[in-house]
């Protein structure tokens, strides 16, 4: 049988040192992997909100010029100066020979 060998304290505390500081790291990969999943989730349920407001007010855009393109036919709307220009109706006339 093979003789035993007894570490030093030194090495022994290195060694304790060295296994304490690898669960501590494991932890704070632990930690920072639930925290970040908290933090995705969070930032998940925003972005829903902000989509799901982005449809609304798309919704709302699509109402607000049918009704204008309802009231004052079509054209373009210049924001600079708050002025509509009506598209001229081309009127197709007919010539009798």
Same mark, same amino acid.
Request: avoid cysteine.
């Given at each position: 049988m093979a !003789?035993?060998?007894k570490f030093t304290e030194e090495e022994v505390s290195q060694i304790n040192q060295l296994r304490q500081d690898v669960g501590n790291i494991f932890t704070q990969l632990g930690q920072l992997t639930? !925290?970040?999943?908290r933090r995705i989730a969070e930032i998940d349920g925003i972005q829903n909100q902000l989509l799901a407001k982005h449809s609304e007010l798309a919704q709302k855009e699509q109402e607000l010029f049918k009704g204008l393109n309802e009231k004052y036919g079509d054209g373009n709307y210049d924001p600079n100066t708050g002025e509509f220009i009506p598209t001229p109706n081309e009127e197709t006339t007919t010539t009798e020979g």
């Open positions: !003789e035993t060998i639930v !925290e970040k999943q």
